[in-house]
């Protein structure tokens, strides 16, 4: 006598399937989260110990130590440097300070950063942060 053994249709189970989608969708909203947004050029900046990070409405000036201009990581003449940035801040509106986050490579000499910071000022920026990289180690 034969039993008759009735087939079961195969089922996928969506509980782990859902715990490894959740997973991926962690894992991809820290890893953006972590992600530091830098528009400047990637330079070897100077040491601080209270280095903290500006907001990125900024626009972002980038000096090498060849002396070489980087304007929101386009290059740029010290020439025509004021010209660029009044042109980029013509269509803000006056009710919001236009501010500058300068990336200066810690070999700079003191007379061309101060070259560029008067390139600045004749553009009518008065916000102008300077950027360095903060000390491991330090709180």
Do not use: C, W
């Not at 386009?74 to 919001?96: F, R």
Request: glycine residues 6%.
């Amino acid at each position: 006598m034969r039993l008759r053994r009735e087939k079961k249709k195969p089922r996928v189970e969506m509980l782990p399937l859902m715990d490894i989608v959740f997973l991926l969708l962690v894992f991809f909203v820290y890893s953006m989260m972590i992600m530091a947004v830098h528009r400047g050029m990637p330079l070897n900046l100077p040491l601080s110990a209270v280095a903290e990070r500006e907001p990125a409405q900024a626009r972002s000036l980038s000096v090498r130590a060849d002396g070489s201009l980087f304007l929101d990581k386009a290059p740029v003449l010290l020439e025509n440097l004021s010209e660029e940035l009044k042109q980029g801040t013509a269509g803000a509106d006056g009710a919001e300070e236009v501010s500058l986050l300068l990336f200066a490579e810690d070999t700079v000499s003191y007379q061309d950063l101060y070259r560029v910071l008067d390139a600045v000022k004749s553009a009518g920026i008065q916000k102008i942060s300077l950027q360095a990289r903060k000390i491991p180690g330090e709180l």
